[in-house]
C-alpha cells in the first residue's frame, strides 16, 4: 500500500511540475503575441523568446515521456527529482517546493 501512495504521490509532483512549465509557456506566448511589428530576423530578445518556448515545449515532452517510461515507484521517484534539479524553467526556489513534495 506505502508503494500505491508513494507512486500517486509521484504523479501529483509530476501534475505540479507540468502546471508551471505549461503557465510559464503561457507567459512566452503572451510576449511572443505582443511583441512590437515589424520584427527583424536579428531581434535577439524575439529570437530568445522563440527558443525558449522551444525549450519549454522539449521540457514538457520529456516530463511526459519520464512519466510513462518508469517501472516502478523508486524510478519515477529518482526520474522527477533529475528532472527537477536540470530543468532550466524551474526556478530554484520552485525546485525546492517541488522536492520537497517528493516522497523520499
Known amino acids: 500500500m506505502a508503494n500505491v501512495q508513494k507512486l ?9 511540475i507540468q502546471l508551471h512549465l505549461e503557465a510559464h509557456k503561457r ?3 503572451t ?3 505582443q511583441y512590437p511589428m515589424p520584427i ?4 535577439a530578445q524575439y529570437n530568445f ?3 525558449e518556448r522551444a525549450s519549454v515545449n522539449q ?3 520529456q516530463l511526459e515521456t519520464l512519466s510513462k517510461r518508469a517501472l516502478n515507484a523508486l ?8 528532472f527537477i534539479n ?3 524553467h524551474i526556478q530554484p526556489e520552485k525546485s525546492r517546493e517541488l522536492l520537497a513534495l517528493v516522497p523520499m
Open 8 to 16: 500517486q504521490q509521484d504523479v501529483d509532483v509530476v501534475a505540479e
Open 27 to 29: 507567459r512566452i506566448a
Open 31 to 33: 510576449e511572443i503575441r
Open 40 to 43: 527583424p530576423g536579428c531581434d
Open 49 to 51: 523568446l522563440l527558443e
Open 59 to 61: 521540457e514538457l515532452k
Open 75 to 82: 524510478e519515477l521517484t529518482q526520474s522527477v527529482c533529475d
Open 86 to 88: 536540470t530543468s532550466e
